[in-house]
């Protein structure tokens, strides 16, 4: 019985969902035993399908954990640095999806998916769980293989010592599906030791994820479309009035109508492209606009017939600034609340008040109001710190996230004034003016800085050349 089969027998709209049993074949013995299943919500984080095999012939047991919800728009990979001697970080809990992987690389070590499935357990679970499976096949191994045998013999003190806190290393759970999590005891404060970042999928995650079609038929698929578009509708040819309905149909209606409050485009270009969820061909549709006090932007957006899936991009339009930009609002009233707001994916976010800070890169690129920016935020640690209002969390980590809560509710019934801040190294973030005239706004302020050579190195701007470019340049402006 497949998946999906046993979590539409177990699904209600009732909070004690039943289990359900099916009869399966142990694999030690081969007599048959009892799985049992059961669909759970964790709250804040993920519906998961919790399975449990017994035999009662051999004494076999095992259990799983597989998601039942959807696969994310990006994959997350987790990284928790362990000092010796730490004991309690050993007892963090950590979901393993079953595309997961989980490195330790002092000891260039790494247990693939398809080794340990689905679980629910914790650092010191995991890592005493492969120290066992190294250890039981060690007599079969000396007999057929024993140089192997040898240097997996050297390597257990390493692994054990890892699980038991004796020496420093590692844990990093890289899941491309970004179904796993590690707790953050500390949370909603940022975690010193754990970090969590989220990225793109590569064209061979998504194949193993079953995301891909065969790639001679996207191919042909592709090349037949791409000779019917240019055939039938010239590039660009897509009027203002078209193009903003256009837009709108690929996007939200939230990003539509912050967008389109400045300037209508002239000219909306569209341009083949590929379904980043199906990998079908689809149509991405672009145009350049101007912001008022801000910047020039292309504006993207791509929306797929085959599955459904809609994507829009912002992206700053021009040179890069030679210099970072600081953005500050005080929020006083309610009508602060819809002002509109550009975070880039380079802009960090801090509201003193609360002692939030957001570092570059979380919540992505968004086009928002300061209400839905925070909103979004809670949102996002809601998700991100799965383990909130579990059973497992104590009674002070629980009335922590609680007033966290608590206070940014206070945040949007402005109870009292406070202070969104945007810091973007690249200046591409902005916050819109309450006023006509910008310099009539004396709860908005901009503060411009040098970046430092660290920022310029995570940037990418430290080696960037364009010497080649700039000759390129002069040369054809001469002739």
Known sequence: MDVRSVVEAVSTEYDDAPVYQVESLCMRCGENGTTRFLLTLI???????LSAFECPHCGERNNEVQFAGEIQPKGSCYRLEFKAGDQKMLNRQVVKSETATIKIPQLDFEIPPESQRGSLSTVEGILTRAVDQLEALQEERKKVDPQTAEAIDEFIPKLRACATGSSSFTFIVDDPAGNSFIENPYAPSPDPSLSIDFYERTPEQQASLGYLVDQSQTREQENEASSTNQTSEPHGSVGAVAGRRAIAQGSSAEFAESLFR??????????????????????????????????????????????????????????????GKKVTLVVRNIKDLSRDVIKSDTASVKIPEIDLELADGTLGGVVTTVEGLVTKISESLERVHGFTFGDSLDEDRRSRWLDFRARLVK?????????????????????????????????L??????????????LGLNDMDTSSADAAYTSNEAS
């Not at 569209?270 to 061909?281: D, H, K, Q, Y």
């Not at 957006?301 to 085959?306: F, K, L, M, V």
């Not at 599955?307 to 912002?314: A, D, I, P, Q, V």
């Not at 109870?415 to 009539?440: G, M």
Request: charged share 25%; proline share 6%.
């Open 43 to 49: 709250p804040h984080f993920r519906k998961i399908l």
């Open 262 to 323: 400045y300037t209508a485009p002239e000219e909306v270009m569209t341009f083949p492209s590929t379904c980043g969820a199906c990998a079908v061909r689809c149509e991405t549709r672009m145009f350049v606009t101007k912001i008022p006090y801000f910047q020039e932007v292309i504006v993207m957006a791509s929306t797929c017939d085959a599955c459904g899936y809609k994507n829009s991009e912002l992206k700053a339009g021009g040179a890069i600034p030679l210099k």
């Open 411 to 443: 945040l949007l019934n402005i109870e009292e004034p406070w202070t969104l801040i945007l810091d973007d190294a690249l200046a591409n973030s902005f916050i819109a003016p309450a006023t006509d005239d910008i310099k009539d706004d004396h709860q």
């Open 445 to 458: 302020s901009f503060e411009e800085y040098e970046r430092s050579w660290e920022q310029n190195e995570e």
